[in-house]
């Protein structure tokens, strides 16, 4: 697979990404969108480490950090808006004003 059409899905994944976390209101479609971007930079990187490096595991070490990191963010934002639901009953992100003053 060439490095550009990995490029081109990764940016279309990014994209669409923060299209999804700008215009949401529903927490958990915000950590999905959360998801969808990290995913796009798990692709990047597997695609430049093997344009430049075909023999080397750099890119794959990077990218299983990455999702470590998204399963952790994805099990702490999960219990953090099912503590919230619990205590408002709803998820929409312009109810969440439990830290303003």
Known sequence: MQLEYC???AAALFCIGIY?????RNAVRVLMSIELMLNAVNL???G???FLDPT???GQVF???VIT??????AVGLAIILAIYRNRNTIDMEQ???LKW
């Open 7 to 9: 490029l081109l899905l």
């Open 20 to 24: 999804g976390l700008i215009t949401s």
């Open 44 to 46: 990047n990187l597997m």
């Open 48 to 50: 430049f480490s093997n």
């Open 56 to 58: 080397g595991i750099k």
């Open 63 to 65: 990218t299983v950090f």
């Open 69 to 74: 990191v998204a399963a952790a963010e994805a």
């Open 96 to 98: 969440f004003n439990l």
